[in-house]
């Protein structure tokens, strides 16, 4: 049986995670504000998209843009429902800073002139290398050091609660973290770019990382 996968989006195209679950053996659902009902599902996709209100972990405005209140809160109500109910979860970009907020860590709001181009690019992905820690996930799919897709300009600052860094870019910004007990996938980069018909000879295979979240929600 496919396992059918609810996508948290801000209300744009959702192609592209659609596209890659479905290429990977899995279904998608994607909605905007969507109820939190883990039982009607194998696993939450949490999206990327715009950033989250720095309130949520203490600061002031500080460099945060297109801030959506009513998404940032259902998207830690999702996280509340499907952790509870032992549901696993990808979180790709804003994903990735959503789980942290959410286990009560920070954001580093602008990565700044220096970093920030080393992250994004006017009119498509950057592409960098990360380096990932042995006995990890991403280790395990990829090796040592390769490289991935990249658009963001906002990073982690202090981890949440039962999180480690477990991938780091050259110049030190966190690019996948884990959890002791929880069954969550987080990266940094934009994997749904990186498969299928948008599969890159640059960078490494983003299915993998869809493969192994479904074989989790099986």
């Known amino acids: 049986m496919r396992p059918k996968i609810l996508i948290s989006t801000g209300g744009g195209d959702a192609g592209n995670y659609l596209n890659a679950l479905r ?6 659902d994607a909605r905007y504000l969507p109820a939190p009902r883990p039982s009607s599902y194998s696993g939450l ?3 990327g998209g715009e950033d989250m209100d720095p309130t949520l972990f203490g600061q002031e405005n500080r460099g945060s843009r297109g801030i959506d209140r009513a998404r940032d809160q259902a998207e830690l109500a999702l996280l509340d429902a499907f952790c509870q109910a032992g549901r696993p979860v990808l979180a790709i970009c804003r994903g990735l ?11 580093i709001q602008d990565l700044g002139p220096e970093l920030v181009p080393f992250h994004q690019r006017d009119g498509g992905d950057q592409l960098h290398l990360i380096r990932a820690e042995k006995g990890t996930l991403l280790h395990q799919l990829y090796g040592p050091v390769f490289p991935v897709n990249s658009r ?15 991938a780091w870019s050259e110049d030190g910004v966190v690019e996948s ?9 987080c990266v940094q980069f934009h994997p749904e770019r990186m498969t299928g018909a948008l599969a890159r000879t640059d960078t490494v295979d983003g299915g993998a990382l869809f493969r192994v979240f479904l074989e989790l929600c099986r």
């Not at 290429?23 to 998608?28: F, Q, V």
């Not at 800073?97 to 954001?107: A, K, P």
């Open 23 to 28: 290429a990977a053996g899995g279904d998608g």
């Open 45 to 47: 996709l949490l999206a």
């Open 97 to 107: 800073q959503v789980v942290n907020v959410w286990l009560g860590g920070g954001l």
């Open 152 to 166: 963001h300009h906002q990073g982690l600052g202090r981890l949440g609660r039962g999180l480690r860094g477990t």
């Open 177 to 185: 973290v884990e959890h002791k007990t929880l069954p969550l996938v």
